[in-house]
């Protein structure tokens, strides 16, 4: 039993000055044009995923359906969440194009038994994603108006999400990417930290 112990606790000291030497010597690449490997990838999603599920639990989620709350949502996601998150008929922009991990497109899903989740993201922020924390800036009403927009955002068409924005008097929403500049990040399958 001394044996089994005595080698366990090698293992773990030999394991932690690999991890030091590897942080000191800087030999792991922290570029964000390079792809982490499918291991660290993986660890990194599952614990990002897990963190949040965890972190959501018992946040109490209000009535998301109401028009003018997703309109007043939709005013935030415009100003501060298109340009990584693209919106129905509007790609990412190129900042989101460099970010690793890339962001997910939010037009596409955004599940009601996910709100609280969401909520969460979008108050907290997640490190090392370039997901800021919004509960520095704005209220917990403020960002559940951003949720119900998020809820409501994948059932609405590019030409009906275009005439909400001329509705509440934004601007024309950014350009969509040519097929040429988005085409090659929307290929990979990638994740904003979290998976949804």
Known sequence: MKTVLLTVLAVLVILFLAAMAVANFGLYDVAASTPDNGFVASMLRRTSHRSIRRQAEGIQVPRLDDPDMIKRGLIHYYEMCVVCH????????????????????????????????????????IKMTGMPAFGLTHSDEEIWAMIAFLQKMPQLSPEEYQKLVQEVGLEEPMPQAASGEAGEAGEHEHEHGHEH
């Open 86 to 125: 693209g919106a129905p008929g509007v790609k990412p922009s190129e900042i989101a194009q460099g970010l690793n991990p890339y962001p997910p497109e939010l037009a596409e899903k955004a599940e009601p038994d996910e709100a609280a989740e969401f909520f969460w993201i979008v108050k907290h922020g």
